[in-house]
């Protein structure tokens, strides 16, 4: 599938969303197995989101949903304050794909954001996929 | 309250320190307002291990609780207020300071140490042994003098010996019977033991009467014995045995045995009913009890008493285990074998080894009256629960001391006891209490200490406490889990054995192979970061390599120190604290340039605060440039080697401690390890560099250097122990090379030396075994691999400026080149700082 198709595909399966599809950077800019902060313009205003991605190939870890390569979350980290969630130690907690803030140490789940030591606790996830490529965030 | 009741406790020792406890956790204190006095003027401490004053320990850290423990639990403790009258009819208590109304009193007085009245035993250097203030005396006497003498060989006495030794004087025991701790050996016993005892180089003098002291020709003193002999010295210590300290009883009219102490019944009541005595001052049934047990035992039995509780006091079991100049010596009920007529007796005497044991058995064979050990305390634990429990003796009693290979008796295991089996004789804790509390929750050692407190008093049942808790937790089927996370069923110590066993390289072969089946397999921030450890100690690459990056923490991966709003400190290393001029500016225009707040650390380097993510690669490359390299202040590796400035400038100074410091922190920098490591070296015993606090503590000595280690500062301050002396470079390398690998090897994670040591079995011991004797056969490969580590560093920074693909990553954001707009700065004198 090509990426104008693919991108063709999105916009009609998402119909309830308007919001362009944006390209942020390449697959040289991530990190495998880790982060990297990257800067959004969205309908409400300027975010900061952490991109998470965990190739998956013939040698890398098999996971539980891991259909998707990559992670969008909020690079704010709520207990700290600061814009680190991206620089977290990426790991897997009771079957859930996890980043620890590399501050106090909490852990959110990559797939929606959920916070595992405070419940009330949630960061803003975005919608992420390579293009071939490239790497584009819904938001 | 209105109804709350006057209770005054007199001494703040051991015994009446325990009292206040024993009040505080069983609800005395609605019942009663208390107030403590104690005429030292350190609050309660413990006694039973006094010499280590002399080997490290501090006031601070001999004290039996907080600081503010007494204030916290709402009782008065008055240090340094001597009481001097007990007026019974007006019911108070008379210090200096002013008069206190009573309704109960508590003696805990003590005891004072006998001197005997010899002429001129009041000259200056004429010393005893029983407080903390006596030690700074003897300490201070010592300054001057090299020879010192105990007068007493029993066991107080042989402790002063061994402090006397802790203070490099040439020392001799003068004893008047005719062997040494005539109270707990027999001569075969004592024999032995003198035997051994001069072995560490003190004199022992048997049958020795002093009749008087005077002017000596060498030395300070001269003490003439009852054949005119005599004995030339600068300091002597009497430790000739015990008073109880009973004049505050004796003057108010109290009822006083004839040979002193307070006459107490089983309650602990004195002649006048509002007074009570426990511990040395009291005299039970003709009995003064000089060990902590009975005196703890008393405490419990004034407790009840005080609350209307029916426990009584039936005596106590004298029993001991001692290591006394590094000597065992145990002695159970009735060692001696001359209170039960009847009583058989085995022998059994090694003259090689110098072990000597001996059982006093029933004329029937079948039950324990008593047991002397001297040398080997091995068996004691078995044998004082035969003797305690009246447990039936193996057919053949002997093989209870016969050495192992002939076929000896297995000790009696855990199992075996019954409930009602005492584990812990100064806090009466049995083998039930035990049980109760893993019952109640309790899932390992550290829960059992603190639900019972079972082996916080001398700690002689530390062996025995562990193997019944264990033995109960695997009767209850529960496996103790010392995993490091949920994908390992491993301890860090077996993964590191894994990967070098076996040679794994990565993360994710480690996991792979070694990793929970049931879990998933990307690891987590628990295990990532050890094993990323694991790797860097056994193989040093690079931590920023590809294969290891997504292990490490924040602060390795960006190779600077993570603050609370998302920038970094960045630390140079600045070996042994020394740096020229030209550096200094560097390191203030760099600071200048990139607006970073500037402070100076405890480890004799510069700490800059505040770079931004993206700045840090330029930060260090005008650093580099200048002859900086990382100072690792962001790992778990050795930090800083502080040093003061030794014989180069200083008039005291007797070796280069900056010349050392740097030579070391050269070696060892780079060098991953469970956790941080500190290293201080001080020219001189003046020792301003702390060495004493640090992991690794070098003290420069006339003929070389004095290695001290598992000090620590911080949250739970350490002394370091002594544990070579003299050596030269080279050793002290050597030494080091298998100290801090040894370390690395069997440590757990986030495990400072400090603590790894106390949990070490064996303790310094089996330290000094390993690394000194090579007891393990490792220390070729300790060394080997230390080398390898020093001989593969690099500086982590100009590996990562040097390549692209790493600096990849010191960018705020992949899309976008503006600085992260949240951090904001306020300035404060004159600095930035974080708004």
């Known amino acids: 599938m090509t990426a104008t198709a693919l991108k063709k595909e999105m916009d009609s399966v998402d119909t309830q969303h308007t919001e362009a599809w944006q390209k942020v950077c390449t697959k040289a800019d991530l990190v495998a197995f880790s982060g990297v902060a ?19 190939g013939p040698d890398t870890p098999s996971l539980p949903d891991h259909s998707t390569e990559l992670y969008a979350l909020d690079h704010h980290d709520p207990f700290s304050s600061a814009n680190v969630i991206a620089r977290g130690i990426v790991g897997d907690l009771k079957g859930a794909t996890v980043v620890a803030s590399p501050v106090y140490k909490q852990h959110f789940r990559l797939a929606d954001g ?11 996830t975005w919608k992420i996929e390579f293009k071939d490529d490239e790497v584009w965030i819904e938001g | 309250m209105s109804t709350q009741q006057q209770l005054i406790i007199i001494g703040n020792g051991m015994v009446g320190h325990h009292l206040v406890e024993q009040l505080v956790d069983n609800g005395g204190l609605e019942r009663y307002q208390v107030t403590v006095f104690g005429e030292e003027r350190h609050r309660a401490y413990d006694r039973v291990h006094l010499s280590e004053y002399f080997s490290g320990r501090d006031a601070e850290s001999l004290a039996l609780c907080e600081a503010d423990y007494y204030a916290v639990s709402g009782v008065e403790l008055r240090t340094g207020e001597a009481v001097i009258e007990i007026d019974r009819d007006q019911q108070e208590v008379v210090t200096d300071q002013g008069r206190y109304p009573y309704d109960r009193v ?33 300490r201070a006497a010592a300054e001057n003098a090299t020879t010192g003498v105990v007068v007493g060989g029993g066991l107080l006495g042989l402790e002063a010996a061994n402090a006397l030794r802790g203070l490099n004087l040439d020392t001799a025991v003068v004893e008047f019977a005719s062997r040494l701790m005539p109270m707990q050996v027999d001569n075969e016993g004592g024999e032995l033991l003198r035997e051994k ?118 005596g106590a079991d004298m029993s001991t285990k001692l290591k006394l100049l590094g000597v065992d010596v145990g002695s159970i009920g009735d060692a001696h074998g001359n209170q039960n007529p009847g009583a058989r007796m085995f022998r059994y005497l090694d003259p090689i ?20 050990l001297v040398g080997d305390n091995g068996v004691y634990d078995t044998l004082l629960q035969y003797y305690s429990n009246g447990i039936e003796l193996p057919d053949e009693p002997a093989s209870l001391i016969l050495p192992q290979s002939s076929g000896a008796a297995p000790t009696l295991g855990p199992g075996a006891l019954p409930e009602t089996a005492t584990i812990c004789s100064c806090h009466n804790v049995s083998k039930g209490d035990i049980c109760a509390s893993i ?26 406490l562990k193997s019944v808790v264990d033995h109960e937790l695997e009767a209850r089927g529960v496996e103790v889990d010392k995993s490091i996370c949920e994908h390992f069923a491993h301890t860090r110590q077996e993964l590191y054995d894994i990967v070098r066993v076996e040679g794994i390289k990565t993360f994710s072969e480690l996991i792979a192979k070694h990793g929970n089946q049931d879990t998933h397999c990307l690891g987590c921030d628990i295990c990532k970061p050890a094993v990323a450890s694991i790797l860097a100690s056994c193989f040093n690459e690079p931590i920023t390599d590809a294969a290891h990056i997504p292990l490490q923490d924040t602060n390795d991966t960006f190779m600077a120190n993570m603050q609370k709003n998302g920038t970094y400190s960045v630390v140079p290393r600045v070996a042994g604290g020394e740096i020229t001029p030209d550096k200094l500016i560097v390191l203030g225009e760099v600071a200048k340039k990139y607006s970073l707040y500037s402070k100076v650390t405890g480890g004799q380097r510069i700490d800059l605060f505040g770079a931004r993510l993206e700045d840090l690669p330029d930060i260090w490359s005008e650093l580099i440039a200048a002859g900086f390299e990382t100072g690792h202040a962001y790992g778990k590796s050795l930090r800083t080697v502080k040093s003061c400035v030794g014989s180069t400038w200083c008039r005291y100074g007797v070796q280069d401690s900056v010349g050392m410091a740097i030579q070391l922190e050269n070696r060892y920098k780079g060098l991953r390890s469970p956790h941080k490591i500190k290293f201080g070296v001080s020219g001189c015993t003046r020792e301003c560099a702390e060495a004493q606090s640090k992991d690794i503590g070098i003290i420069a000595t006339e003929n070389g250097w004095n290695l001290y280690v598992c000090g620590n500062g911080g949250m739970r301050p350490r ?51 390993v690394i000194l004797e090579d ?33 990849k990553r010191f960018r705020s954001f992949v899309n976008d080149d503006r600085p992260d707009p949240s951090i904001i700065m306020t300035s404060e004198r004159g600095q930035l700082r974080p708004a």
């Open chain 2, 197 to 314: 005892i001069e072995a560490l180089g003190v004199q022992v003098l048997t049958e020795r009467a002093t009749q008087r002291i005077e002017d000596g020709e060498a030395s300070r003193h001269r003490m003439v014995f009852q054949d005119d002999k005599v004995l030339e010295t600068d300091l002597i210590v009497f430790s000739a045995g015990i008073r109880p300290r009973d004049q505050l009883a004796r003057d108010c009219g109290l009822e006083i045995g004839e040979r002193g102490g307070v006459v107490v019944d089983n309650q602990c009541l004195t002649s006048d009913p509002a007074i009570l005595a426990i511990g040395e001052v009291a005299l039970w049934n003709q009995s003064i009890f000089g060990l902590v047990a009975p005196g703890y035992q008393m405490a419990k039995t004034a407790l009840s008493t005080l609350t209307d509780g029916d426990t009584q006091f039936g």
């Open chain 1, 38 to 56: 990257a800067w959004l313009e969205t309908a409400e205003g300027p975010a900061q989101v952490a991109i998470f991605y965990l190739p998956v």
């Open chain 2, 775 to 807: 007891s393990l056969g490792i220390n070729d490969e300790l060394e080997r691999q230390m080398q390898s580590v020093v001989d593969t560093y690099q500086c982590e920074w100009a590996d990562a400026i040097s390549d692209p693909e790493k600096l």
């Open chain 2, 106 to 138: 508590v003696l805990a007085t003590g005891s004072f140490p006998f001197v005997p009245p010899i002429p001129g035993n009041d000259r200056d250097g004429c010393l005893v042994y029983r407080t903390l203030d006596d030690l700074d005396d003897i």
């Open chain 2, 439 to 464: 019952d109640a929750g309790a899932i390992d050692l550290g829960g059992v200490k603190g639900d019972t407190k079972a082996s916080t008093g001398c700690g002689g049942c530390t062996a025995l």
């Open chain 1, 114 to 124: 959920q916070c595992l030591e405070d419940e009330s606790v949630k960061l803003r």
């Open chain 2, 719 to 769: 002394h370091a122990e002594l544990f070579a002396t003299d050596l030269d470079d080279e050793q002290l390398y050597r030494t080091i090379d298998r100290f801090l690998m040894f370390y690395v090897r069997t440590a757990d994670r986030l495990q400072r030396t400090s603590v790894w040591r106390e949990n070490l079995d064996g303790g310094l011991e089996y330290l000094k075994e």
């Open chain 2, 353 to 372: 080894k110098q072990e000597y044991r001996k059982l006093v058995v029933s004329s029937d064979g079948k039950k324990l009256l008593g047991a002397m």
